[in-house]
């Protein structure tokens, strides 16, 4: 790429150089500044500066030199595809239409069309002027003869020469443009009649936010993984995550406390019966759910008068005294014992119930019924009898 413009007249130079100056210096004090969120994909607004040549639009924004009039084309605006690619057209009153994105006979081997990189800190690629190609609007890749061909380097490949200082190049930081300067680089280069040109006041598209809701149904289990930089833990139902554009990841459905399998469910993995579940790049609300399965047995138990392993189901006590009921139960979700007349005791719940307890003073026959809801949902039931010591009276 040619570094020098080469005007037919000296006279001409200076005259263009001085007019130059004018429109810059009423331009520099009134530039539109703008800050950016995270960045995304879409349109990027506000604008460029060159100490050369001024102002540069880079989505036709009122307010530029031409008010906006010749910015009509129907692909005019400057975009950050999904993809990471820059497409489209900037404008400039002094030299017309920049375009991005669409190029061929780029300079060199590397650089490429204008993108920014994975990490999202680096403008890379080649824009061009198309008052420097022969058609002058980029309908031709030919260059010009005059020694201007239009091309602008965003990163200053090792063809572009004229690159001088440290830090060259468009750098990104905290989601912006950074400061085209000495210090921090950060600038296109345009050869002479462009020269260094900064973007600090251009904004980039915000960056979306979705939310993946993760639930777990069943009774056991839960769903764990990471989508971007979210760790995703989940034994509930609705467990909502606020995601990125873009996001991408891999869920896991682990099975636990007596889940035998599971199958997933929703916008994302319906249907399958293994992992990972695979998020891919979010352009939206998703949402998964993984269902639990378990296979249960139905309860199983004895309500007895004695401790023995054995169960046994009556015994004898004296009028108004107490005695001591033992129960072991498998299998089973919840229990209650109840006894006529002295009514119902709740027993803690749990798969497998052993315990005991005292009954109240027994002053007649007493029947006592152990009742528990098993993790089938089916009910099993099991009594032992308290009857009294016989007394005898004289006739």
């Known amino acids: ?33 703008t800050t950016s969120a995270a960045v995304g994909s879409g349109p990027i607004t506000g604008w460029a500066w060159s100490d050369n040549i001024g102002w540069i639009s880079l989505n036709c924004a009122t307010g530029s030199a031409t008010g906006g009039s010749v910015c009509s084309t129907s692909d ?24 991005f994105g669409g190029l061929s006979s780029i300079p060199g081997s590397t650089g490429g069309q204008a993108r920014i990189n994975p990490a999202g800190d680096q403008l890379y690629g080649w ?16 260059s010009r003869t005059d020694g201007w061909d239009g091309w602008i380097s965003l990163n200053c490949t090792t063809t572009a020469g004229g690159c001088t200082e440290s830090s060259y190049g468009v750098q990104i930081l905290n989601d912006a443009f950074r400061v085209c300067n000495a210090t921090t680089g950060s600038c296109a280069w345009g050869s002479d009649v462009v020269g260094w040109l900064d973007f600090q006041y251009a904004t980039l598209p915000s960056l979306a936010t979705y939310t993946l809701t993760v639930s777990k149904a069943g009774t056991a289990g839960s769903v764990t993984g990471a989508v971007g930089t979210t760790n995703i833990s989940c034994s509930t139902a609705n467990c909502q995550y606020t995601l990125n554009e873009g996001d991408y990841g891999s869920l896991n459905a682990n099975i636990a406390g007596g889940s035998t399998d599971f199958v997933w469910s929703g916008d ?18 998703k949402t998964v759910t993984a269902t639990f399965n378990t296979t249960t047995s139905p309860p199983t138990g004895c309500l007895s008068t004695a401790a023995s392993p054995n169960c046994v189901h009556s015994t004898t006590v004296r009028k108004g005294n107490t005695t001591t009921l033992y129960w072991w139960t498998t299998d089973t979700a ?45 009910t099993f039931t099991d009594t032992a009898t308290i009857n009294l010591v016989p007394t005898f009276q004289e006739i």
């Open 127 to 142: 824009a061009r002027a198309c008052a420097g190609t022969t058609s002058g609007d980029c309908s031709s890749m030919t």
């Open 268 to 285: 994302l993995c319906s249907g399958t019966t293994s992992n990972p579940c695979n998020v891919p790049a979010l352009t939206g609300n």
């Open 334 to 378: 919840s229990c209650t014992r109840a006894g006529n007349p002295s009514g119902s005791v709740s027993i803690n719940t749990g798969t497998s119930l052993n315990g005991s307890g005292a009954t109240s003073a027994v002053n007649q026959k007493t029947i006592y019924t152990l009742t528990c809801q098993g993790d089938d949902g089916s």
């Open 1 to 33: 790429m040619e570094q020098a413009l080469k005007p037919r007249s000296l006279a001409f130079a200076i005259l263009l150089g001085a007019l130059l100056l004018v429109l810059a210096g009423s331009a520099w004090f009134s530039a539109p500044q």
């Open 76 to 99: 005019y605006k400057l975009t950050l595809n999904t993809n990471g690619t820059v497409t489209g057209y900037a404008w400039s009153a002094n030299i017309g239409w920049i375009q």
